[in-house]
């Protein structure tokens, strides 16, 4: 079975600086894709960005970025320039591509701080 | 593009009643939708996946007979709540996805729908 899992339950940063979202996962597959979502206090979903395992570029999007490490199974999300409007829960996310099941992991409480 | 509407946002209803949750796929056919529960500062735990035209799929540790899902047509999928009671009581979201259930293609989310039960 596949876990993903986020070791950060919360985290601050300042405004205009970087921050950085752990998160690791398991599997035993070899073909899958991997998403961090943001959660914000209206609750909606937000894509962030995702990244398919076969591709060993990490994805870049704005002011988004991850380190995708396959054989360390770990994939961060590094946001850089902080604004205010980045505060919320941080969900990273495994999809195997045999299944369309999401699995999340525990999620990661972001404040942004001016 | 590919958005997902989801209604209603709040209910709130007594103990013992029905309470049904629809989602719907706008601009885009979306064979596979998902129904998610997500407790206060919780992570999203997946309930089941729904197949338009079959049985839905449920986790393991979901009544079936509780959570009622149908499938109707490709662009609507519904949840019901049977004889709510307070531990029904959460915040349900609800997912499709492009490209059908296999492909690359991120899952776009409802809006979500805050269930409390009295």
């Known amino acids: 079975a596949q876990t993903v899992t986020q070791s950060q339950p919360e985290m601050s940063v300042q405004e205009a600086e970087t921050v950085t979202l752990s998160c690791t996962y398991d599997?035993?597959?070899?073909?899958?894709?991997l998403f961090w979502y943001k959660q914000p206090p209206s609750r909606q979903m937000i894509l962030v960005i995702r990244q398919e395992a076969y591709k060993q570029q990490n994805a870049t999007e704005n002011r988004f970025s991850v380190n995708f490490q396959k054989a360390a199974k770990s994939f961060s999300l590094k946001i850089s320039d902080s604004q205010l409007g980045d505060t919320a829960m941080y969900f990273c996310?495994?999809?195997?591509?045999?299944?369309?099941?999401?699995?999340f992991g525990q999620g990661t409480t972001l404040q942004v701080k001016p | 593009g590919a958005v997902v509407s989801q209604h209603p946002s709040w209910v709130i209803c007594k103990s013992g009643t029905s309470v049904k949750i629809e989602c719907r796929s706008l601009d885009f056919q979306a064979t596979t939708m998902f129904w998610y529960r997500q407790f206060p500062k919780q992570s999203l735990m997946l309930m089941a996946t729904?197949?338009?035209?079959?049985?839905?799929?449920?986790e393991q540790g979901v009544e079936k007979d509780k959570f009622l899902i149908n499938h109707a047509s490709l662009t609507l999928s519904t949840l019901t709540v049977t004889s709510a009671h307070p531990e029904d009581s959460s915040f349900y979201i609800c997912?499709?996805?492009?490209?059908?259930?296999?492909?690359?293609?991120?899952?776009?989310f409802g809006d979500g729908t805050r269930l409390s039960i009295l």
């Open positions: 729904s197949n338009e035209g079959s049985k839905a799929t449920y």
């Open positions: 599997t035993s597959e070899s073909n899958y894709y």
């Open positions: 997912s499709a996805g492009t490209g059908g259930s296999y492909s690359n293609q991120p899952q776009h």
């Open positions: 996310a495994f999809k195997a591509s045999n299944t369309g099941k999401l699995i």
